[in-house]
């Protein structure tokens, strides 16, 4: 399968943007979707992650709260609504997609097969 995320973009501190990833390929709804990032320097994080199996949603806790995680598998799309945005969250966001079910594997970036391109976004204060 092959991921396009979009959505990135410059906020300011407070504000939302909603990311989508839209997938190709006709399996997109046996596939957990997740969103991780990456900061400059730095390893990519787990962000949340949806199973493909009862939309179970998991979500780093620095996140919690503030962004959400859905699927509209009619549109072969995954979506990550974020809220609230600090400086912090300043980074390239990726989307990425398992053929794991099982919630607990899919913090672990090593547990994902696909990967799009990654989008940037960037957070004024």
């Known amino acids: 399968v092959q991921l396009q995320a979009s959505g990135g973009g410059l906020v300011q501190a407070g504000g939302s943007l909603r990311l989508s990833c839209a997938a190709s390929?006709?399996?997109?709804?046996?596939?957990?979707m997740g969103w991780f990032r990456q900061f400059p320097g730095k390893e990519r994080e787990f962000v949340a992650a949806?199973?493909?199996?009862?939309?179970?949603?998991v979500y780093a806790d620095s996140v919690k709260g503030r962004f959400t995680i859905s699927r509209d598998n009619s549109k072969n799309t995954a979506y990550l609504q974020t809220s609230s945005l600090s400086p912090e969250d300043t980074a390239v966001y990726y989307c990425?997609?398992?053929?794991?079910?099982?919630?607990?594997?899919?913090?672990?970036?090593?547990?994902?097969?696909?990967w799009g391109q990654g989008t940037l976004v960037t957070v004024s204060s």
């Open positions: 390929g006709r399996t997109f709804s046996r596939y957990s």
């Open positions: 990425a997609a398992s053929n794991l079910d099982g919630s607990t594997h899919l913090f672990t970036a090593r547990n994902y097969a696909y």
């Open positions: 949806i199973t493909w199996v009862g939309g179970s949603k």
